[in-house]
């Protein structure tokens, strides 16, 4: 079992989102996302599917079907081969679980 304090690996860059890992197993990737107002993250997650939680900020989602706006709390879930971005309108941070094929 791994219990981690989320406070402990926040980090923030002016130049790119920061992406954390705290877990990495052959089953699951879970990572801790920070992104500064205006950053974007999940582009390069196509493949895969991906569960996110938004811990703390607003932003929104950009799928092919449009925009959405995500603040904390909410649980996004997306399917392997379906486009995504995520787009913070202020500091956020998210849990993001990362399934990969198989």
Do not use: H, W, Y
Not at 22 to 46: F, I, P, R
Not at 70 to 99: H, N, Q, Y
């Amino acid at each position: 079992m791994g219990e981690f304090n989320l406070e402990e690996f926040i980090n923030f860059s002016e130049k790119n989102a920061v992406s954390t890992s705290l877990c990495d197993s052959q089953k699951a990737c879970v990572n801790l996302l920070c992104l500064e107002e205006g950053q974007t993250a999940l582009e390069d997650t196509n493949d895969r599917k991906v569960v996110v939680i938004i811990n703390t900020g607003c932003g929104s989602v950009v799928t092919e079907e449009g925009t959405q706006d995500v603040e904390e709390g909410t649980l996004i879930l997306f399917e392997s081969g379906e486009t995504r971005l995520l787009k913070a309108k202020t500091k956020l941070t998210a849990l993001m679980t990362v399934i990969p094929k198989g």
